[in-house]
């Protein structure tokens, strides 16, 4: 029991260290206008470096995940079918796909869908 706090002590420690060593070590010594500035032929930029991020592209790649993710559950239950009943089965898969139909239906009123701002 010593020998293993005496391990954590001795982890902790040189993690800490080395925590420490990596924030000195990668600091920028100098922080240049030019360097951090967006670089356009030598020139000043025209407009603005940074451009609008959409958000209907980003609910659209959220819904896009959470179906997909949905999806792949969906694949265990083809070898489920050898293990239960067909009954049982049946209900399981209605159920599920019913919650699949409903979150698009709740996400398609909402107006998550539509791609015209």
């Known amino acids: 029991m010593i020998i293993m706090k005496k391990m954590a002590l001795i982890t902790f420690f040189l993690s800490f260290i080395i925590m420490i ?6 600091k920028k010594s100098f922080t240049d206008r030019e360097k951090s500035s967006p670089f356009e032929c030598g020139f ?5 470096a940074r451009m609008p991020f959409s958000l209907q592209f ?3 790649a959220m819904i896009f995940l959470i179906f997909d993710v949905e999806i792949t559950l ?3 239950l083809i070898l489920t079918m050898k293990m239960t009943s067909m009954m049982s089965f049946s209900i ?3 159920i599920f796909i019913m919650i699949l139909i409903m979150g698009l ?13």
């Open 92 to 94: 399981i898969t209605l």
């Open 58 to 60: 980003f609910l659209i």
């Open 74 to 76: 969906l694949l265990p």
């Open 105 to 117: 239906y709740h996400e398609w009123n909402q107006g998550a869908l539509n791609w015209a701002i």
């Open 21 to 26: 060593l990596t924030s000195i070590l990668s």
């Open 44 to 48: 000043d930029p025209k407009s603005s």
